[in-house]
């Protein structure tokens, strides 16, 4: 890899397949050009060399993360699932992966799926906040679902918040949400005031004028006992 540092990516992969051609067999020098071909921006290359790695050694979780990691970036999510399921089984003990996979199913609006994959990341991982803010959005807003539970939205997102001592907005905005849908209107606004507070002072504007909107619901629904349907469900909770 001393060419790969130097950027030399050519000369490494001439070198890598002149190796090949010696031996086809080395799963090693499949992963190595699909590194490379990553670097170079050539994606579909690189999935070829992995794909070849897979086919030699199909027990590689790490090669199985890097396969969906690449699909997911090109919103074949389905694809990507499968190959992030089936690092999952080769080392359960990962995370972040099953964080991914959540992601990916929350964007194919597969709500149930998704929770399960977050629950099982703070199986893993307690403490890990997205997880934790995730599926306190989740269990806030979705009021027609199942899986609908404002007051352990509550306690998800506190914990979330705790774990970063009150400094993110988007988080923050969480809790004013779960707040709101257990029909604590008077923590919501101060909580989402402190979230508007928070996102101005560190430029995030857009994130602000979001978190306002919220704060201007609460605020006229405090006499109204709203509904948490009134909130948005269409974008992906802050982390």
Not at 71 to 94: F, G, T, W
Request: with cysteine.
């Amino acid at each position: 890899m001393a060419l790969v540092r130097q950027d030399k990516f050519n000369e490494a992969i001439e070198c890598y397949l002149g190796s090949l051609r010696l031996e086809p067999n080395q799963t090693n020098v499949h992963n190595d050009l699909g590194f490379i071909y990553e670097q170079t921006e050539e994606t579909d290359k690189a999935l070829i060399y992995y794909d070849k790695s897979l086919s030699l050694d199909p027990n590689q979780f790490k090669v199985h993360n890097t396969i969906g990691r690449l699909l997911a970036r090109r919103a074949k999510l389905d694809q990507a699932i499968n190959h992030y399921v089936k690092s999952l089984k080769l080392e359960p003990n990962q995370p972040t992966i099953y964080n991914s996979v959540a992601e990916l199913y929350f964007k194919q609006t597969e709500n149930k799926q998704a929770l399960l994959y977050w629950n099982e990341a703070l199986k893993v991982r307690p403490d890990m906040v997205s997880a934790l803010n995730n599926m306190a959005w989740l269990k806030a807003v979705y009021e027609k679902e199942d899986f609908y539970n404002p007051a352990e939205a509550v306690k998800l997102a506190e914990r979330a918040v705790e774990l970063t001592k009150h400094k993110e907005p988007g988080l923050l905005d969480t809790l004013s949400v779960a707040y709101a849908a257990t029909g604590r209107f008077d923590e919501a606004i101060a909580t989402a005031q402190e979230a508007v507070e928070l996102a101005q002072s560190s430029e995030q504007q857009e994130l602000a004028e979001k978190i306002k909107k919220h704060l201007e619901l609460y605020s006229c629904l405090l006499y109204t006992s709203p509904s948490p349907r009134d909130l948005s469900t269409s974008r992906m909770p802050s982390s």
